[in-house]
């Protein structure tokens, strides 16, 4: 594989991950709340949209795992809200329940392929492969190229790109209608706006539950694309999710709602660049999630070191004669 | 019946456990509207525990709360804002640092301002600056400042404007220039003054300031252990000096009002 299809797929990958990462943002940056819901509702997304997609909706399955993500959310924001539950409880108790109903959907087993018997026309039962966003798309362009070899991976980049963007474009502009501004201002100052007789509480959960949506979504693109759904596969996710934010900050800055939901697009496409760069060097795959999070202790970390040094340098500064 | 009720009402905080403390004793009031009463009394007398029984930041053991007619003691706090606005010592308080003053001002006018897709509009807009400039603060060019960039004074004066933008009922003002220097408390309060008389608006007004107490407004009522001990207003109140008031208290309390965070003069 020469550089230029290893980056394609990075950014693919990072298209997938984007949703996720907007919905991380949006709990940790624009509502100021630890949200461990996303572990769950990553694999709820995913669950839901692996259902769907063989019963033969693959487009439906996309909105169901956006529903889903959703559903978790309006949980885990009633827990917070109405029962005053800690929003870090409130998020693990709605993602262990979770669990439970996303095993369900599954069958009761730990993971689901995108396919289903079917008899060929020699009378043999076959498992045939369920139709997806993916598989539509490049079939779309190679019926529009007329390159029969169109490289998939830059099919996926280029129908989940478009995806992104039309999401992160919504989201750029219900930011500042009269409902997103709220949910602005109840992460920045709840008080403020319960005195301003706007229901804090509704806001919070709106906010709860559109991060989740996405992050569900999310979950859904990602069972199109590899074909299979996987009960495991949201453990570390929030992480992911937070290193994505961060980085997406160190480049873009922080000011601003629609500068965030640029960074946290960008901080996703990053974040996968780093990850194939690590693949490159015989990074095993299991490794991920400790790069993730020492990626976030890093940068988390910078401002405090930065200070530290800032002021032993003022310091000697201040001893030489 | 117009203007604000107060009918008995009495809180207990942590009822039942052995720290119970009597907030508010049977506390009845009548503000005709258009009053503007000032509040004293010394630390833990009940005062800010009062304006949280008329914000709805709690339910109380026992009492009514009657605003310009309807019974609002079991409304939530957020639906009594649309009437009330309130104003705290903290600056920060009433203000969202990470937004523009213009999104502020946006959000405080939610209550009155017509339907619109976009919080920020041009007509809302063009009304935010007129009031901003008439603050005399230079704040009408600094529209897209974040909030929390402005000082507390200047953040305290904003609050102002969110507090009474939606012309409420009443306004409700704990101590609102207590955390503000001399010059910039007495700009706030000026401010505070021309927006009442402009407007006309039923208010309640804590502070610790006996001669601010007596000068200001028009009738003054002094707390003690969640009760009103002393009501004065009219030609009674207008001839009251600071000692004759103190003086006044003791008889009705039975001990001295002066604390260490009473301004006497
Ligand atoms: N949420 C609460 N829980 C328990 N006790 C409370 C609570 N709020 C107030 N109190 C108690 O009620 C009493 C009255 O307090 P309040 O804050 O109303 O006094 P205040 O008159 O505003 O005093 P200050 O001049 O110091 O602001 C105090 O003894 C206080 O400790
Ligand atoms: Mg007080």
Redesign the pocket.
């Known amino acids: 594989m020469n550089i230029l299809s290893l980056l394609v797929s990075a950014l693919g990958q990072g298209m997938i991950y984007a949703p996720m990462a907007l919905g991380v943002f949006i709990a940790f940056r624009v509502l100021n709340t630890p949200d461990l819901t996303i572990d769950g509702s990553f694999v709820a997304g995913m669950c839901a949209c692996a259902v769907v997609t063989i019963a033969g909706h693959p487009y439906l399955a996309l909105l169901c795992g956006l529903a889903v993500g959703a559903l978790a959310g309006l949980v885990t924001g009633l827990l917070q809200t109405r029962l005053r539950i800690n929003p870090i409880l409130s998020g693990i108790l709605t993602m262990t329940g979770l669990y439970t109903i996303n095993f369900m959907a599954l069958g009761g087993q730990s993971n689901l392929y995108l396919q289903r018997a079917a008899v060929n026309s020699a009378g043999v039962e076959t498992q045939v492969a369920s139709d997806t966003l993916y598989k539509a798309f490049r079939a779309f362009m190679v019926s529009l190229t007329g390159n029969r070899r169109f490289d998939n991976n830059l099919s996926i980049l280029i129908v989940t790109g478009l995806i992104v963007a039309a999401v992160a474009a919504v989201l750029a502009v219900f930011f500042f209608t009269r409902t997103g501004m709220a949910i602005r201002a109840t992460g920045d100052n709840e008080e403020m706006v319960r005195s301003s007789s706007i229901d804090a509480d509704r806001s919070r959960i709106q906010g709860i539950m559109l991060s989740n949506a996405l992050v569900g979504l999310s979950g859904a693109l990602l069972c199109e694309q590899q074909r299979y759904a996987d009960l495991n596969f949201g453990s570390g996710m929030l992480v992911v999710g937070l290193a994505s934010v961060i980085i997406g900050q160190v480049f873009f800055g922080q000011r601003g709602i629609t500068l965030g939901i640029i960074s946290a697009v960008a901080g996703s496409l990053v974040y996968r660049i780093i990850l194939q760069v690590a693949y490159r060097v015989d990074m095993p795959s299991y490794a991920v999630k400790l790069l993730s999070a020492v990626i976030v202790v890093v940068a988390l970390s910078i401002p405090l070191l930065r200070k530290r040094f800032a002021e032993r340098r003022a310091e000697r500064e201040e001893a030489e004669p | 019946m117009k203007g604000l009720s107060l009918i008995g009402l009495r809180k207990t ?2 009822k039942g456990t052995p720290n119970a ?1 009597l ?1 508010l004793d049977d506390v009845s009031l009548e503000v005709a509207p258009g009053d503007f009463i000032t509040v004293l ?10 304006f ?1 029984a008329i914000l709805g930041k ?1 339910r109380l053991d026992r009492g009514r709360i009657i605003l310009d007619g309807e019974d609002i003691t079991r409304l939530p706090d957020h639906r009594r804002a649309l009437n009330i606005g309130c104003l705290y010592q903290d600056p920060l308080r009433g203000t969202a640092p990470n937004m523009t003053i213009e999104e502020n001002l946006a959000l405080a006018y939610t209550r009155k301002a017509s339907r619109s897709f976009f919080a920020v509009n041009r007509k809302d807009s063009a009304y935010f600056r007129e009031l901003l400039r008439r603050l005399d603060l230079g704040l009408e060019d600094r529209m897209k400042t974040k909030m929390g960039l402005l000082s507390g004074g200047q953040r305290q004066a904003a609050s102002l404007l969110m507090a009474t933008i939606a012309e409420p009922k009443l306004l409700l003002l ?2 609102h220039t207590a955390a503000l220097d001399p010059a910039t408390a007495e700009k706030v309060l000026a401010l505070t003054r021309r927006i009442i008389a402009e407007r006309s608006i039923t208010c309640l007004m ?1 502070t ?1 300031n006996m001669q601010c107490a007596l000068e200001l407004g028009s009738r003054t009522i002094v ?1 003690d252990s ?1 009760r009103i001990v002393l009501d004065v207003a009219g030609q009674e109140r207008a001839k009251l000096t600071v000692p004759q008031l103190l003086e006044r208290f003791r008889e009705n309390a039975g001990r001295d009002l002066a604390t260490d ?1 009473m301004l006497l003069g």
Not at chain 2, 41 to 48: E, I, L, P, R, T
């Open positions: 905080f942590e403390k907030a009394g010394s630390n833990g007398a009940g005062k800010s525990t009062l949280n709690f704990d101590e804590i610790h707390m969640g965070r």
